[in-house]
C-alpha cells in the first residue's frame, strides 16, 4: 500500500481549477509520508495533458486513453479505474468535488468495498492516518473523519486548497496505460453537452459571485445583477425561489438542493437568507446583503450590509466600479 493517486478530471481537454487543487492535496500528503503522487488522466486523445500534470505537482502521470472514456460516464470509468487502483493499492485515491467526482468517488468505494469522504476541506496525516475535515448536516457541523479501509477515497472541494504553482522544471514520468474496454458493454451513451453559455464564470470556480433572490422580481430583474457580475468579473447565482419560479436556470442554484460556492466575496441581492440558501454559503470568506428588510436573516451572516432597495444600490455599485476604471466588462 503506498503512494497517493489523483483523479484529474477533464472535460474536452480542459482541466478546471479544482482538480489542480486536488493534486495540491494530494503532494502535500504524499510529501507528509514521504510518497509519490501518481495522476490518472481518463479520456480520448488527452495525452497532452500529462506534461502539464508533472508540472504542476505529480511523479507519476498515469493516461488511460480509450474511444469508451471519451465523454464521462460511470460505467466505463469504473470498469477502465478499478483495476488499476487493485493493482497499484495507494494509500488514498482523491477526486475533485465536482458531480463526476462526487459520482465515481461514490462507484470506486463500492466497488473496492471501502469508504468515500466527500466534500473535504481540510486534509491531514494523523498516526499515520489520512484525516479529513467534511461538512455534515448541510454544514452545521465539521466532522473530523478517517477511512479504516484502504484506499480512502476522497472528494476535494474547490477553493477550499490553494491551486499549485507550475514548475516547468518538474521532472516525472508519463505511463500510457492499455485499456481495454467492450464500448457496446455500458449501457449508457451521451448524445449531446449543452454548453454553458460562452464566457460566463462557472460559480464552482468564481472568486466572487453576485447572488439574486425573489427581491429581483422577475426575469428580467436580474439585468442590473448581470451588468454587476460582468463589471466585477463574477459569476451569478441565485436562490431556490427564483429558479422555481422560472426566472433562470437551475443551474445558477445556490444551496442545500444547488450548488455549494465557495468565493471570496458573495454579493446577495433581494435574499432573504433561508436555512436552505445558507448551507450552500459556508465556504464563502465575506457575504454583503442588499435587502429592504432590515430584518432579513441574510444580515446575521453578512460581513456588511445595505438596507435599501436593490434596483437602486446595483447599479449604483456597477456605475461606481465603471467610473474609477475598475469595472472589467
Ligand atoms: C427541502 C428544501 C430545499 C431547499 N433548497 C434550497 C436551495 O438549495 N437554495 C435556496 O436558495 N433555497 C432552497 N430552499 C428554499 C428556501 O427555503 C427559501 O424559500 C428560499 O431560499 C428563499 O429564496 P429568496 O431569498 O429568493 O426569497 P424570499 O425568502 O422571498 O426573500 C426575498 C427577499 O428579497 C427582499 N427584497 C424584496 N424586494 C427587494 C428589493 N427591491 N431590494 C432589496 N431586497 C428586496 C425581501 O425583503 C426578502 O428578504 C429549499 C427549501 C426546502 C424546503
Not at 35 to 59: H, Q, S, Y
Not at 223 to 246: N, S
Request: proline share 6%.
Amino acid at each position: 500500500m503506498s503512494g497517493i493517486w489523483v483523479w484529474l478530471e477533464q472535460f474536452q481537454g480542459k482541466i478546471p481549477s479544482v482538480a489542480w487543487e486536488t493534486l495540491g492535496v494530494a503532494r502535500r500528503l504524499a510529501d507528509a509520508q514521504g510518497t509519490a503522487v501518481t495522476a490518472v488522466l481518463m479520456g480520448d486523445g488527452i495525452a497532452a495533458l500529462a506534461e502539464e500534470a508533472i508540472a504542476m505537482g505529480a511523479d507519476e502521470v498515469r493516461v488511460m486513453e480509450h474511444a469508451a472514456l471519451a465523454d464521462f460516464r460511470l460505467e466505463p470509468y469504473l470498469a477502465a479505474f478499478v483495476p488499476h487502483i487493485r493493482e497499484g493499492a495507494p494509500q488514498a485515491v482523491l477526486l475533485p468535488s465536482t458531480a463526476r467526482g462526487r459520482e465515481l468517488a461514490g462507484g470506486l468505494a463500492a466497488e473496492l468495498g471501502t469508504a468515500a469522504l466527500v466534500d473535504v476541506i481540510e486534509v491531514s496525516v494523523e498516526d499515520q492516518r489520512i484525516t479529513a475535515v467534511r461538512p455534515i448536516y448541510e454544514g452545521k457541523l465539521f466532522a473530523r473523519t478517517y477511512v479504516e479501509r484502504t484506499p480512502a477515497i476522497l472528494t476535494v472541494r474547490g477553493r477550499a486548497f490553494p491551486r499549485p504553482d507550475p514548475d516547468p522544471n518538474r521532472k516525472g514520468e508519463i505511463r500510457s496505460v492499455a485499456v481495454a474496454l467492450d464500448p457496446s458493454a455500458f449501457p449508457t451513451q451521451v448524445l449531446e453537452w449543452i454548453q454553458e453559455a460562452e464566457g460566463e464564470i462557472s460559480l464552482n470556480e468564481a472568486r466572487i459571485v453576485v447572488g439574486g433572490g425573489r427581491g429581483v422580481g422577475s426575469p428580467e430583474g436580474f439585468e442590473p445583477l448581470r451588468e454587476l457580475a460582468r463589471a466585477l468579473g463574477a459569476a451569478l447565482g441565485a436562490t431556490r425561489a427564483v429558479v422555481d419560479a422560472g426566472w433562470i436556470p437551475y443551474k445558477y442554484q445556490v444551496g442545500q438542493t444547488g450548488k455549494t460556492i465557495s468565493p471570496d466575496l458573495y454579493i446577495a441581492c433581494g435574499v432573504s437568507g433561508a436555512i436552505q440558501h445558507l448551507s450552500g454559503l459556508r465556504g464563502v470568506k465575506v457575504i454583503v446583503a442588499i435587502n429592504k428588510d432590515p430584518e432579513a436573516p441574510i444580515f446575521k451572516v453578512a460581513r456588511y450590509g445595505v438596507v435599501d432597495d436593490l434596483f437602486k444600490i446595483v447599479p449604483a455599485l456597477t456605475a461606481e466600479l465603471r467610473r474609477r476604471g475598475l469595472a472589467r466588462g
